[in-house]
């Protein structure tokens, strides 16, 4: 089907238009990759709820590592709550032989977010 529509696409036939709060997102990704020459750039839109910010953006990561990190690659990896999110959404893939490194040390005396989950979360990709 994908086949079908890329050539009637091609030939005139179909125009694909978005009008989706995603548009804006769209055009600002190709916006910051031709400005600033970058291979690939995600943008989200901004939740109203504040809170929610770290949730979306950690959503979009945890894909965007998903489908952008190569089979055996080395990972450094920071802390916090938005990694946290974005280890929670990564994709888990059959065989996953990651290097995940820690930047922020070892492990924390405190607090609900420890940075060798977000680790072990990533190296399943």
Known sequence: MNRIINEARREG???VT???PLAPCLEAENALRDRFDLKDAVVVPAPI???D???VVGLAAGQF???ALA???LLGLGWGATIHAAGQTVIPREGAKNTVVSLSGGLSQSG???PYDNAAAF???
């Open 13 to 15: 036939h179909v125009r």
């Open 18 to 20: 978005l009008n989706l």
């Open 49 to 51: 709820d504040e809170d």
């Open 53 to 55: 910010v770290r949730r």
């Open 65 to 67: 590592v998903s489908g």
């Open 71 to 73: 089979p055996d690659a």
């Open 112 to 114: 609900a977010i420890n």
């Open 123 to 125: 190296a399943r990709v």
